[in-house]
């Protein structure tokens, strides 16, 4: 493929086409001889990010991380969100500057830039024009501590030109609107990203309008009672009692996680995982019996056996692979009912049935869907007395699923 590296004894290394040689000459007379070195054709290779890489992985790695080859990232894991790695998909060790032909896709590492979105102004066959260049500093391109500068131009001579102006203040390359513009970009996408107090441009605009500002300051006017002196605690909503016998959603519950010897409320009423067995140990549902009575309590959904492997994502990884390295055997799956803090009966009697679950949660990917035998209603009786209380329905040998229906009948 075509080349687009340079290496220095300083560790700069300069992106560079055959085609490209006269400019690569220019910049190292620009910087000095000794401090940067034409690559003609940089090395591509494959940084690979995993919890548990192969040691052939890491050797590849460290040619990454040394700035000795450009390396594409290939991210193993389910999902990326809990991994570093550069917005541009590359990782690379040194300080480098790279030369970009608009229009040629012949510097995939400049292009993978101007595709994040972290290149601007963008250049064009149309902008900046015949001659001139767009020369501009990425801070930490594709590795902390290691910055880019880019060189774009849709034709030699301002390639040539960029060049030339390497060694210029970057106040002399831009005006007040691009600069400012710029630098509230680079805050988007880095920490701290430039001054908070950026230049705001000032007078006439590039088309000879005048601009200006008019501070209109809020002002708070407050007529007949004023606010309090002192501050009222928020109180927590209220869940509403639900009347039985009748037919009720998830959402009704208030989701519990076990603490110690008792259960401690983890989501309120509403939430989006109510009903999702593998973030809760038990649902609460407040009921209002008019009188006491014997119930059926049903839930419908669907249960995994405790001997399947859980839904697995990437930062669970490997308490997971523990979890399933220890043998089980399969147990009824059923829920335990507790009524005002305590066990009051058991919901054993199970009907099977074909599920569908995804084996893998999260992550944006493709999502994939398998099929196996579990559980899809859970039934028993209950005896509850009349008035108001607090139904605690704990799930025991079901390793994840989902309760879509709670019903209490008589």
């Known amino acids: ?44 290779s494959t940084c690979t990010v995993a919890y548990d890489p192969t040691d052939a992985e890491r050797l590849e790695n460290a040619q990454a991380e040394k ?8 991210v193993t894991t389910v999902n990326r969100n809990d991994y570093a790695g550069t917005l541009n ?6 300080d480098v500057i790279l030369l970009d032909l608009v229009g040629v896709q012949d510097n995939p590492v400049a292009e993978s830039l101007d595709a994040a979105g972290m290149l601007w102004p963008r250049a064009s066959a149309a902008f900046p024009g ?7 500093i990425v801070k930490g391109a594709f590795s902390l501590g290691a910055d880019a500068i880019v060189i774009q131009s849709s034709d030699i001579n301002g390639l040539m030109a960029g060049a030339k102006a390497i060694r210029r203040r970057q106040g002399w390359w831009y005006g007040d609107t ?32 005048n601009r200006g500002k008019a501070p209109q300051p809020l002002a708070i006017t407050f007529v007949g ?118 066990p009051a009966a058991s919901l054993t009697a199970a009907e099977p049935g074909q599920i569908t679950y995804a084996p893998r949660f999260g992550g944006g990917l493709e999502k994939t869907t398998e099929t196996e035998e579990g559980v899809v209603k859970i039934s028993g009786t209950v005896d509850v007395p009349a008035g108001r209380h607090d139904l605690l329905l704990i799930h025991r040998n079901i390793v994840d699923g989902k309760v879509e229906k709670i019903v209490f009948g008589q």
């Open 89 to 94: 998909g590359w990782i690379f060790g040194k």
């Open 225 to 342: 009672e004023q606010p309090p002196s002192e501050a009222k605690p928020i109180q927590a909503a209220q869940p509403a009692f639900n009347a039985i016998p009748g037919e009720y959603e998830p959402k009704s519950a208030i989701t519990y996680f076990k603490v110690g010897d008792g259960y401690e409320q983890c989501f309120s009423p509403g939430s989006n995982w109510h009903g999702d067995l593998r973030f809760c140990d038990a649902l609460l549902l407040k009921v209002d019996a008019p009188q006491a009575g014997k119930f059926t309590v049903t839930l419908s959904g669907t249960f995994r056996y405790n001997d399947r492997k859980p839904t697995s994502q990437s930062n669970w990884e490997d308490l997971l692979a523990l979890y399933n390295a220890i043998p089980k055997q399969r147990k009824p799956a059923a829920f335990d009912i507790w009524i005002d803090g305590k």
């Open 67 to 74: 700035g000795d080859a450009f390396g594409k990232i290939k």
């Open 178 to 209: 691009v600069r400012s513009t710029r630098q509230k970009l680079l805050r988007q996408f880095f920490v701290p990203g430039g001054p908070i107090g950026s230049i705001e441009p000032r007078g006439l605009t590039s088309n000879g309008i």
């Open 130 to 136: 015949p001659g001139k260049a767009i020369v501009q």
């Open 1 to 44: 493929m075509p080349g687009f590296g340079v290496r220095a004894a300083g560790g700069r290394i300069v992106g560079v086409h055959d085609v490209l040689q006269p400019v690569a000459d220019a910049l190292r007379e620009e910087l000095g001889k000794k401090k940067i070195e034409i690559r003609g054709k940089p090395g591509i």
